[in-house]
């Protein structure tokens, strides 16, 4: 969580003597992630640190593709005139093993905390 403080708000008085009124500072949430850590190495070719990586390869419920399974991405992949535009690392893709749910909500009603969970209850000092 951040605050943002807020300036006084003018409420009257005369131009000699004005009348402002004290705002409280608001609290927000914080979307920056790793580009509001001023400690935070940024490359943006190289892409942003893989935090869940390990999480989700110790859960087994998921496999690594050879390559992408759509073929819009592997038509852009192979068209060598946006080879500008790509990051130095692409992601290896994955999928869901046979008979697995992958997601954060099918984990959640099966009262499973997840990695990913409590790291967001961590970043927003919630237990979790």
């Given at each position: 969580?951040?605050?943002i ?48 990586a390990?999480?989700?390869a ?18 852009r ?10 990051f ?14 992958v ?9 499973i905390i ?15």
């Amino acid at each position: 969580m951040r605050e943002i403080v807020l300036s006084p708000t003018h409420i009257g008085g005369s131009k000699e003597q004005p009348l402002y009124e004290q705002n409280e500072a608001v609290p927000v949430y914080d979307t920056a992630g790793a580009y509001g850590d001023p400690a935070a190495q940024i490359d943006v070719h190289r892409g942003l640190e893989k935090l869940r990586a390990r999480w989700i390869a110790e859960r087994d419920d998921s496999e690594l593709l050879e390559q992408n399974s759509s073929g819009y991405t592997q038509q852009r992949l192979a068209d060598e005139g946006l080879d500008h535009l790509r990051f130095d690392q692409l992601p290896t893709p994955r999928r869901a093993r046979a008979g697995c749910c992958v997601t954060q909500l099918h984990y959640a009603r099966q009262g499973i905390i997840t990695p990913e969970m409590e790291f967001i209850a961590l970043r927003g000092k919630h237990g979790p």
